[in-house]
């Protein structure tokens, strides 16, 4: 026979390790690292489309930035040609005949414009920097605002689809990326125009030398490449974990989250927590670093090889009387610059390859938020709606199996108030969805005085929506903007004060330092914090102030005392003519104002009626008010 542990043993037990961070695989579609078959013939064939993708994005940003950098690469790669090629014509006198006084007198009107080349070469890299300077902080700026333009602008389902977050991140990334895109742009075509004017001279002096230097640099080259997918598919490894990580940190690192944290013991969890997952994602870097020393290694010593055999062939020549000593001694100088700017073509082309593997991840994210972004009808929605109906809607979120709405039928009426009640689950709040067309059924119809809202502008829809949802956004606003959402009515105050007024909150806002114009965000420099109340309060009067036909609270009260909650509920009643409303509520004792209740299970509306009509029928909302006097 088994005893049962004491509570005494029970306490001497040890206990179990806080669990480590949970493990994301990828699987499918989402699971294919882009750069798997990238090699250097590919990253060749496709610099040219990014140059062309980087020249049109800059040329929108700032066009006189993008004509001066390309003249500074001109003026670069001509002032390179113009060094070699009287640098060839000054050796002819410096190792020709006569006093050192004859040949540096011959010489001198080539070094002089040696110099001046020389001179031309920086200024002009100098401007190229600055407008480097110009382009970039509004192309960042540009593709930042782009992102999050995108993201705002989706269907709300498309944040339910797989994988929709993470690529998300990796736009982020490819955002990040951007700053460097006209940088590798910029050093790659000039490296380009100075290896071309150092081809051109060493061709001239010998032909055998520019094929042997190709074959040096060609190593570094494909030794680049093979070290960005290594990069890159570390980078790609760890897209969900830094997602996740960057979720988290805001989570812990929020104020508004701290009594949490500290009143339930979780600061030293989250510590570890954090730890684990950096961890995680520390050691797939470093495992990828002895695969970088590899590929760095042996490309190098391929490359240094013929190189070794670049310098022999110039010395044989040399040796052999084939070149003079004087063409001899320029092409060491062209062979030293055509390394370095075949070198700095290979380097710059691989990291802008690299680059645009981050750029493509934010393209392609762009690319499908477009295609999620609504895809409806232009139809217009009037300013007075007088009924919404819905027939037979329903609507199932990606990936479940069960539909949270299960074709619902239902008609709502101006100057009508309907309560929204049910068990957690039983998509009262995916049925308001439906209603304000933030959702769009997958069957049935959702009819707005007859205009489908599939057939509708969702912009014309959402002008005539007024919504507090359960978990209401505190933006660290004024509170004049907390308010009017950044959509004032008119140039005074009066209709902000109405709202507060209808709430109960003008004292609560008279208090704060700077009454509507005080920032709600106590994180921030002059920012002051309201309590969870008086945030609710403040988001109701965001709905009271938009004054739309349609006004949906959902939970509107959880977080007030009993004097604002029956302020907020005498003031939905006083409105109630002019609008239809929608209160889904748990405090089902709050529904005897609502004109009819609306119960659902399962996504079905199980019963409908008054409220003493539903306690005296015998279903779920009987059970559900007995359960709330029981206690």
């Known amino acids: 026979m088994q005893v049962p542990p004491t509570a005494a043993s029970a306490e001497s037990s040890p206990t179990p390790p806080p669990p480590p961070p949970a493990a994301i695989v990828y699987e499918g579609k989402s699971g294919k690292n882009p750069l798997e078959e990238a090699d250097f013939r590919k990253m ?64 001198l009107p080539a070094l002089t414009v040696v110099t001046a080349a020389a001179a031309i070469g920086r200024v002009s890299g100098a401007l190229a920097a600055y407008a480097d300077g110009r382009i970039t902080p509004r192309l960042v700026t540009e593709a930042d605002v782009a992102l999050v333009s995108a993201v705002c602008h989706v269907e709300a389902a498309a944040h339910d689809t797989d994988g929709f977050a ?39 002096l010998h032909w055998v030398l520019l094929p042997l230097l190709l074959l040096a640099v060609l190593p570094a080259g494909a030794g680049a490449v093979l070290s960005a997918r290594v990069d890159y598919e570390t980078h790609y490894a760890n897209v969900g974990d830094r997602n996740v990580r960057g979720m988290m940190r805001w989570w812990a690192t929020s104020s ?19 730890r684990a997952l950096s961890e995680r994602i520390d050691r797939r870097t470093l495992t990828a670093a002895p695969r970088m020393l590899r590929i ?71 690319d499908t938020a477009a295609e999620q972004a609504p895809k409806r009808g232009r139809l217009t929605i009037p300013e007075r709606v007088d009924e919404i109906r819905l027939d037979e809607a329903a609507y199932r979120y990606p990936g479940k199996e069960e539909p949270a709405v299960a074709g619902v039928s239902l008609t709502l009426r101006r100057g009508e108030i309907v309560a929204v009640v049910g068990e957690n689950g039983s998509g009262k709040s995916t049925l308001t969805k439906l209603i304000t067309g933030i959702l769009l059924a997958d069957k049935g119809r959702v009819l707005w005085d007859g205009t489908d809202l599939a057939d509708a502008d969702p912009e014309a829809v959402w002008k005539r929506t007024a919504l507090v949802p359960q978990n209401f956004a505190c933006w660290p606003l004024r509170a004049r903007e907390n308010i009017t959402l950044g959509q004032p009515r008119t140039f005074d105050d009066g209709p902000v004060w109405a709202a507060v007024d209808a709430v109960g909150m003008r004292e609560a806002v008279e208090k704060l330092p700077r009454q509507l114009d005080t920032l709600l965000a106590r994180e921030l420099f002059g920012g002051a914090e309201l309590s969870g109340g008086q945030w609710q309060r403040l988001a109701c009067a965001r709905a009271l102030y938009r004054r739309t036909p349609l006004l949906i609270l959902d939970e509107p009260t959880s977080q007030m005392d009993p004097r604002g909650e029956h ?40 019963e409908q009626g008054g409220y003493d009509d539903l306690v005296n029928a015998g279903g779920l909302f009987a059970e559900l008010v007995a359960l709330t006097q029981d206690r």
């Open 44 to 107: 060749c064939a496709r610099l040219p489309s990014v140059l062309g993708d980087t020249t049109r994005m800059a040329w929108a940003v700032d066009r006189r930035g993008v004509v001066l950098l390309l003249a500074c690469q001109m003026l670069t790669g001509t002032a390179a040609a113009v060094v070699l090629g009287f640098t060839a014509q000054a050796m002819t006198h410096l190792l020709g005949v006569g006093t050192v006084s004859e040949r540096l007198h011959g010489a």
């Open 166 to 204: 993470d690529r998300q991140e990796a736009a982020e990334v490819g955002v990040t990326r951007t700053t460097y895109m006209v940088r590798d742009a910029q050093r790659f075509m000039s490296a380009l125009i100075r290896m071309i004017a150092a081809a051109g001279v060493i061709t001239a």
């Open 256 to 274: 508004r989250n701290g009594d949490e944290v500290r009143a339930n013991g979780m600061t030293g969890y989250l510590t570890y927590w954090y």
């Open 296 to 366: 760095t290694l042996t490309t190098s010593a391929v490359g240094g090889l013929f190189l070794l055999l670049t310098w022999a062939a110039l010395a044989w020549l040399a040796s052999t009387g084939r070149v003079g000593l004087a063409v001899a001694a320029t092409a060491v100088v062209g062979v030293q610059t055509a390394l370095a700017a075949l070198s700095q073509v290979v380097l710059h082309g691989a990291a802008l390859f690299h680059t645009s593997l981050y750029l493509a991840d934010m393209r392609s994210f762009l």
């Open 567 to 606: 302020q907020i509920f005498l003031e939905i009643k006083r409105i109630a003519a002019e609008r239809m409303t929608i209160v889904v509520t748990h405090q089902l004792e709050n529904t005897r104002l609502a004109d009819r209740i609306v119960v659902m299970q399962h996504g079905r509306i199980i």
